[in-house]
């Protein structure tokens, strides 16, 4: 898919891994990370850690190979409410890119936006130059915090916001000006643009192309091939909905959040505590699917 749409950069996740992992196709990655878990040795669970972070990367530089620009690799969901865990996993994936010749600036560290995440990914960011992408990012609050933690580019999520309004409301369809995740986006975008923040906002989990369409102007956005094709399709011209001049005289007022202003905030807003939470537990879960995947191999 990436060789015939050619897009700039692109990401992965637990979900996307897992499913590649198991695809005949790519059995020589995964035996290549299997014998890496062994060569290092140590336990079992030591072994299967190993290999899982030796898969992710030898993923992300398949996909190097194949665009101009940085590709996205996940820090493994489970580490979402521990800052220091998430500091470490981060750096052991950079220095495993390092080992197979490609440098940090071509690599983007997922974070999950909690708290934790965030702080995380302050520190990466401003002690080591690692170049963080905040995923799982469903509130404003989240988005404000990502910001004034300085990190490089945020993925706040369209479709999974939709998903939740459509499955808790009354109302099944909505217009693509009025989906609930491209208002979203669009009051972020404004925020960022407004207040000259640097963090780079790239709309992602789109169900639609009403909701890519709608979302035009804004600084990345990450599609997936399946939307890519139907978009590949349509001869229409597009008028960008996002522009810094318009967002420059927007309504919204500058906040400031620490710990417990965000933790306040954030649960004020219940779609962005349940999608939160919930995206946290099925990473993780297809996180333990590839290492129980992964442990077969280890074993024999």
């Known amino acids: 898919a990436i060789d015939e749409y050619k897009p700039l950069d692109a990401t992965t996740n637990p979900s996307l891994i897992l499913a590649a992992a198991q695809m005949p196709a790519y059995q020589e990655l995964v035996d290549d990370a299997v014998a890496y878990g062994k060569k290092l040795g140590g336990s079992e669970e030591e072994q ?14 398949e996909i190097l190979k194949r665009i101009p620009g940085r590709v996205s690799t996940e820090v493994d969901a489970r580490l979402s409410f521990d800052k220091e865990g998430m500091i470490q996993r981060a750096r052991r994936l950079i220095d495993l890119y390092k080992e197979a010749g490609i440098g940090k600036d071509r690599i983007l560290i997922k974070l ?3 708290w934790e995440g965030i702080q995380a990914g302050k520190v990466l960011e401003a002690e080591y ?25 945020i993925s706040p999520f369209v479709g999974r916001i939709l998903d ?5 409301g009354d109302k099944k369809t909505y217009e693509p000006s009025e989906d609930p995740g491209v208002k979203s986006v669009t009051k972020i975008y404004n925020y960022y643009k407004k207040f000259g923040y640097k963090t780079i906002v790239m709309g992602a989990s789109f169900r639609n192309t009403g909701e890519i369409k709608a979302l035009t102007g804004c600084d990345y956005l ?29 309504q919204l007022e500058k906040i400031h959040l620490d710990e417990k202003a965000f933790r306040w905030h954030h649960n004020e807003d219940q779609m962005a505590v349940e999608k939160l939470s919930d995206g946290i537990r099925k990473f993780a879960a297809d996180a333990i699917k590839l290492e129980r995947m992964l442990k077969v191999d280890v074993i024999s």
């Open 129 to 153: 130059g690692i170049h963080c992408n905040m995923t799982l990012l469903f509130s404003f609050a989240q988005a404000v915090a990502c910001a004034e933690a300085g990190v490089t580019l």
């Open 222 to 250: 990450t599609i997936s091939p399946k939307l890519l094709a139907e978009l590949s399709k349509e001869y229409v011209k597009l008028t960008p909905t996002l522009s810094i001049k318009e967002a420059q005289a927007c």
């Open 48 to 61: 299967i850690k190993n290999a899982c972070d030796k898969l992710f990367v030898l993923f992300g530089a």
């Open 164 to 168: 939740w309004y459509v499955a808790n």
């Open 112 to 114: 999950s936006s909690t």
